[in-house]
């Protein structure tokens, strides 16, 4: 089995094109984000009409820092995730300007503990030209959150890339959080022969470290990259068996609570 951890739907096909993409690449199960960033478009409606009409698709919803003080909106996401096939809370570090450590997110990181629901970070680089910052996607601002949060479910998106060494020292650090593999790549470009090398060899560094791949999800930031490449991509590292079933879809399942049987 296989569960993509970290996709979205594409403006041109949606979900009907996602799930062809699936079947090409013969991944069971995606988990698609419903994005209401500011100032753009928000696809939440339409990711959560599709996880409904779909038993291989799930969503998780990201939450827009800025309307945090809106109570209305905190009781709408927190409504949302009440639902049966939304199944996390994303926040994009960088992109809007603040820490995870905000002390205004604390209730909704209480009310996650509470109720089991996973949370997930941006990490990492940011889209060239973003008047975000970086210092709020780095790895290491996820510590302190899964520190004073211990039973807080965190997975760090796209493991914080190019920062990898940092996102394996929090990994190790902290039992309560993961990383998907999405979005190592270039996007929007075909995954060549020696991109697969240079992966490899990045993660063999965090393997090292980690003495294994037990943390990590795979993902892939679809459709920015071609989900049957990018499992290419990741069935190419050098796993154990007990290593691949987490990575391809146990961790993701156990994280997120979906059925496998």
């Known amino acids: 089995m296989v569960i993509d951890c970290h996709t979205h739907l594409d403006d041109d096909g949606g979900a009907d094109k996602l799930l062809r993409s699936m079947d090409e690449a013969k991944i069971d199960a995606s988990i698609v984000i419903a994005e209401t960033l500011p100032g753009e478009i928000s696809n939440a409606a339409q990711v959560l009409e599709a996880v409904n009409q779909s038993e291989r698709l799930w969503a998780i919803v990201n939450c827009v820092f800025s309307r945090t003080v809106e109570l209305k909106y905190v009781e709408e996401l927190t409504q949302l995730l009440l639902g049966d096939r939304v199944v996390g809370l994303k926040f994009y570090l960088g992109y809007e300007e603040y820490s995870p450590n905000d002390e205004r997110l604390y209730q909704l990181y ?52 190019p920062w990898l060494i940092d996102c394996a020292a929090v990994l190790a650090k902290n039992e309560n959080v993961y990383a998907d593999m999405s979005a190592f790549f270039a996007e929007n470009k075909s995954i060549t022969a020696h991109d697969v090398e240079v992966f490899k060899q990045r993660m063999e560094q965090v393997r090292v470290f980690l003495y294994s791949y037990d943390k990590f999800l795979f993902g892939t930031d679809y459709p920015l990259y071609s989900q049957k490449e990018y499992l290419g991509a990741v069935e190419a590292l050098d796993m154990q068996s007990d290593e691949h079933e987490r990575v391809m879809y146990a961790n993701a399942a156990r994280v997120f609570g979906i059925a496998t049987s």
Request: overall charge negative.
């Open 110 to 161: 209480e009310y996650c503990e509470k109720h089991a629901v996973p949370i997930m970070f941006h990490t990492g680089v940011l889209e060239a030209g973003s008047s975000g910052l970086l210092e709020y996607s780095h790895p290491l601002q996820v510590d302190r959150v899964a520190t004073r949060f211990p039973n807080l479910t965190i997975v760090m998106a796209h493991m914080g890339n």
